[in-house]
C-alpha cells in the first residue's frame, strides 16, 4: 500500500470536477490545502532495539525477514485514518517501530512473543494496515522499543473441509486473495467490508470487522492465537456450553491479548442468484421503520444501506446521474438460491410498498452506488491536496435508540466544525441492520483550518462523547485501537474492564502486546 | 419441584405397560430396583454458617427469606441427573446448602455476594434446579459453609421495547411465566428446551442454554451481573467492535463469575404459521447428509431432529403407533410467515427429496414426537422403581468428525455398559444442527446393577474420554456444571483455563462464586 494514502501506489483515481464544485459552494475555500512530503523526506528516528534481542529475532525469523530499513519501518507507522494520513503527509512520523519482524509460521510468531515479552519490546500485530483508529500505531507503553509484527508471509489457505463448509486460513492472508481462491472452487468467505482488497483475515478476526454481507465474528469456527504464554486453540465444535465463548475473547482482541495466526471461517456457495434495488423514502424516519422491519421480518439481504437525506443529496449531486432525489435512499443487494432472492424481493416489496407506496426507483442508482463504494477510501486521497478533509465515524444502538443517537451526534458534529456561519457536511447511512437495532455511519467532509489535525481531534472528541452519553457503542465496526480508548469505561464499566486486564495479565504478563490499545 | 423426581410433585405419568415389556426383552431383569425413601427419612447434617454472615444476610434480604428449614435445604440440594437421583432416593443428601437466601432484587444480591465474599461462604445460585451437570450442587470448596443463592424472587418482566423487539427480564423468572406474558402480547422468546416449564432465564444465560428453537446466546442482548466486585453491564449495542464481547464471557459463566439478575432478551412475534413433517431415510450416514444440506442450504426451521436407526426403532416400539419403521426418522417443525413456511417446505422436499426419492412419512409421528418430548424425563422417574435407568449425554463437532465421533461414543457405551452378553440400549440423535456441524444427543438405557451410582459414573466418564478424544465439545446444551469439570482442560487448553481463571480472580478475588464448577 502506498505509504501516505490508501491502496496501491499510484492507483488512478480521478477527482471529478463535480466534486470540487460542490465542496467549494457548500463548504467555501479552505484556510490551507494538505500537500504531502516525498518519502526521502520523512525521517524516523534510529531503531533502539536491545542488540541481544534483534540477535534472537533474526534466529527465529531468518535475517531477511527481520527489518530496519526506511522503507519497511514507515510502511509500518500506523494505519489509514484521517489523522494517520495527515501526519504522514506532513512528514511528522514519531512513531515508527524499531524493526519490523515477519514470521513464517505460528511457531515463529510464538518464539517472537516470548523474546519480546522476556526482552521487554512491545509487539504490534501488523496485517493488512488499514487501521481507521490508531489500532496499528507502534505505541511502545512503559517499554524503550516496539517491534511492527507483519503477518504478511503467514497467507496460505491452509486446508478446506468441503463438508462442513470450513477453511483453515492463515491470518496473514488478505481477503482478496482468499476470494480470488476460494472463488476458484465455487465458494466464497461473503465478506467484504470497504477494505477488502488490502485487509487480512487475521485483522478481521482481531477487530470484529461486520462487512457489507455480514458479522466475521458469526463466521469464525475456530482458532489459534500465539500468546507470550504459550498456544491458545479455541473452537471444537459450532457450538457449546461447555463455558464462556472464549472465541469471543478473542474476537476483538486487537493484538492485546495474543496473535491471531489461524481462523477456520465458514464459506459459502458463490450465489445462484443476485439482485439489487434502490428505494426511494420520503423522510429518515419513514425509512428508518422500512428497514426496522425488513430485519425484524427476518428478510435475510446481503446488504442494506439507507442514507439519509443529506447523503442521498449528496451522491445525487457528485454523481454522475445528475439528479438530486428528495427524500432518503436505500440500497437493498440480495443473493441465494433463486427461490430465495425472488422471496426476499417480494417480502421486501410488500414492507417498503406498504409504507412508500412506490414502485423501487432506477436500480441504476443500485449499480452506481455499489461501484462508489469501493472507490470512497480515494476520494478521500484526492480532496487533501484541495484542503477538503473527509473521514467517518461509527456507532451502533437498538433501533429505540437510533433518532435520537443520530440527531444529536449529527447536532454536535456540524456544532463543533461550523466555520463561521458555514456548517460541515455531515452525511449518514445505516450500515448494518439487525432484528433489534442498527449502525449508523456519518460521513464528514470539511474544509482544511489552518491545524487540520486538532480540527479533526476536536469533533471526534465530540462526536465519542455524545455517542456515549447517548448509549451507542463506541464503534460498532472500525474496533477501538487508540483512538477510541478513552471511551472504554463508559462501554463496558469498571468491573468489565477489569476483566479485560485480567485475561490480559494471564496471557502477557509483562503486557508487551499493543500497549496503549483497546484496554485503559 | 418434587425434592426426588423431575417436574412437580405427584405429576400423573403412567408408564406404558409396552415400555416394561421392552426393556424386560432387551435388557434382562434389573440386579436391583431403585425405590425412594421417604422425604422425612433424609437427614442433612446442621447448618454451619457463621452466625454473623447470617445476621448480615437476613438484614439484606429480610428474615423470611433466609431460610434454613429441613424443607428448604432439601430442594436446594442439586439438580436432576440421574445420579443426583440415585443419590437422593437412597437418602444420601450430604451436599445440602447451610442456609439458603432468596434476595428480591439487585442490589440484594450485589450485597450477599460482598458478604459471602468477605464471610468466606460459597455462593451456589439456584433457578430452577434442573441441572443435569451437577451444576448447583452446594459445593463448598475450601469454604466451610455454603448458601444457596435462589432467584426465585426476581420474576418480573421489567419492560418491552416493541420497537426494537427486546425484553427485559429479571433473571429468576422460569420461562414457562415469560412465554405467558409474551404471549398475552403476541410475542415469544422462541428458547423452549425439554426443561422450559421449570427453567429460568438466568438459568438459560448462565449456561448458553439451546433450547429447540436456537441458541439461548444469540438472543441475548444484554444482561447485568452482580460480582462481588460490582456490577457489570454488558450489550450497548446488537453489534459492537469495542473490543471482545463480554456478554459471550458471561454466556456460559455458571455463576462462577458472577450472578446474572437481568437479561435484555431478543423475542419473536408468535408465528403466522407451523407446519411439522416426518422424513424417513434409509439409514444414518444419508440421514446425516440430508439434514446437513438443509442446513447449509440456509432454510430456516424452528426445530430439526434426526433419531438414528436404534432411537427411531426403540420409539416406534414403545409409542402408540406401535409400527417400528427401518431406518432414520427427522421430524422437522417450521414456523414463520405463511410464505417463508411454504418456500422452507418446498426446499426440503427438493433436499430431502432428491436423497430419499421419497415424500414426507405420516405427520402423526411428528406430532407423536412433539408430544412426547416433555414427557421424557418423567419417563426416566417412572423408569427407576422398575430398576431401569435412562441418562443422556451430548455433543457437538464438526460435520465432517460427527460420523467417527457418533460411533465412537456409541461403541464406548456399549462395551462399558454391557452386562454379560447384553448390550445396553444406546440411543442418539442429532438435536440441533448448523450450516458447519451438529450435535449429538445420546440416551441410555440400562437395567441397573447392585451399585448403580457407580455403574453410571463409569460410563459417563468413558463417554467423556472419548468424545474429547475425537474432537467434540464435552458438551453443547447441558453445560459443564461439576461433572464436565475433567474435561476443561481438554476443552480450551492451559491457556483458556488460565484466562478463565484469570477472568474469576479479578470479579471473585476470594472464589465463593460457585466453587468447583466449571473452572478446575
Known amino acids: 500500500m502506498a505509504w ?11 477527482l471529478p470536477s ?56 514507515l510502511r509500518h507507522t500506523g494505519g489509514k485514518s484521517l489523522l494517520d494520513l495527515l501526519r504522514r503527509c506532513s512528514g511528522e512520523v514519531s512513531l515508527a517501530p524499531d524493526a519490523v519482524v515477519l514470521p513464517g509460521d505460528h511457531n515463529q510468531v510464538q518464539q517472537v512473543l516470548q523474546v519480546c515479552g522476556n526482552a521487554g519490546v512491545a509487539v504490534v500485530p501488523f ?80 477487530t470484529r470487522s461486520s462487512g457489507v454481507h455480514g458479522e466475521f465474528a458469526d463466521m469464525v469456527q475456530a482458532m489459534t492465537v500465539a500468546t507470550p504464554q504459550g498456544t491458545l486453540r479455541v473452537g471444537r465444535a459450532p457450538a457449546s456450553a461447555a463455558g464462556p465463548d472464549l472465541r469471543q475473547l478473542m474476537l476483538g482482541s486487537e493484538g492485546t491479548l495474543g496473535v491471531i495466526t489461524e481462523v477456520t471461517c465458514r464459506v459459502h456457495r458463490l450465489p445462484e442468484s443476485t439482485h439489487q434495488e434502490a428505494w426511494l423514502f420520503a423522510n429518515w424516519g419513514g425509512g428508518l421503520d422500512a428497514v426496522r422491519l425488513l430485519a425484524q421480518a427476518g428478510v435475510r439481504v446481503r446488504k442494506l444501506r439507507l442514507s439519509d437525506e443529506a ?6 449531486s457528485i454523481g454522475n446521474s445528475g439528479q438530486a432525489p428528495a427524500g432518503c435512499l436505500a440500497v437493498v443487494d440480495y443473493a441465494g438460491s433463486a427461490e430465495h432472492v425472488a422471496l426476499a424481493r417480494e417480502t421486501t416489496q410488500r414492507i417498503f410498498g406498504k409504507l412508500v407506496g412506490t414502485e423501487p426507483v432506477s436500480s441504476t442508482v443500485a449499480q452506481e452506488w455499489s461501484r462508489c463504494y469501493e472507490d470512497d477510501p480515494y476520494l478521500r486521497d484526492a480532496l487533501l491536496p484541495a484542503g477538503y478533509l473527509a473521514e467517518t465515524l461509527e456507532t451502533a444502538a437498538s433501533w429505540s435508540d437510533l433518532p435520537a443517537l443520530y440527531k444529536a451526534v449529527g447536532d454536535r458534529l456540524r456544532s463543533s466544525l461550523a466555520r463561521g456561519s458555514r456548517p460541515p457536511i455531515v452525511l449518514c447511512h445505516v450500515s448494518h441492520v439487525y432484528a433489534t437495532g442498527a449502525s449508523l455511519c456519518f460521513t464528514v467532509v470539511i474544509a482544511a483550518e489552518n491545524d487540520p489535525i486538532s480540527q479533526w481531534e476536536r469533533a471526534k472528541e465530540a462526536a465519542g462523547d455524545t455517542i456515549a452519553a447517548h448509549g451507542g457503542t463506541i464503534t460498532h465496526h472500525h474496533a477501538v485501537g487508540a483512538d477510541h480508548v478513552p471511551w472504554m469505561q463508559q462501554e463496558v464499566g469498571e468491573v468489565g474492564l477489569e476483566i479485560l486486564r485480567a485475561a490480559k495479565r494471564a496471557v502477557d504478563p509483562t503486557g508487551v502486546l499493543n500497549p496503549g490499545k483497546l484496554i485503559p
Chains 1, 2 share one sequence.
Open 127 to 206: 496485517g493488512g494496515g488499514t487501521s481507521l483508529v490508531g489500532g496499528v500505531e507502534p505505541l511502545r507503553g512503559p517499554f524503550r522499543a516496539a517491534v511492527a509484527l507483519d503477518l504478511g508471509r503467514l497467507r496460505r489457505l491452509v486446508s478446506l473441509d468441503a463438508t462442513s463448509m470450513t477453511v483453515r486460513l492463515e491470518a496473514g492472508l488478505r481477503t482478496s486473495e482468499a476470494e480470488t481462491l476460494l472463488n476458484a472452487r465455487g465458494l466464497t468467505l461473503g465478506n467484504l467490508p470497504q477494505s477488502h482488497a488490502f485487509s487480512t483475515i487475521g485483522g478481521y478476526t482481531a
Open 311 to 316: 447523503e442521498t443529496f449528496v451522491n445525487a
Open 18 to 73: 463535480t466534486v470540487l464544485d460542490f465542496l467549494h459552494q457548500v463548504l467555501g475555500p479552505p484556510d490551507k490545502t494538505v500537500k504531502s512530503v516525498r518519502e526521502s523526506q520523512v525521517s524516523l528516528r534510529p531503531g533502539d532495539l536491545p542488540p541481544w534481542a534483534a540477535d534472537r529475532l533474526k534466529d527465529i525469523v531468518g535475517v531477511r525477514h527481520f527489518r530496519t530499513d526506511y522503507r519497511t519501518r
Open 4 to 14: 501516505n494514502a490508501w491502496g496501491e501506489p499510484g492507483q488512478p483515481f480521478s
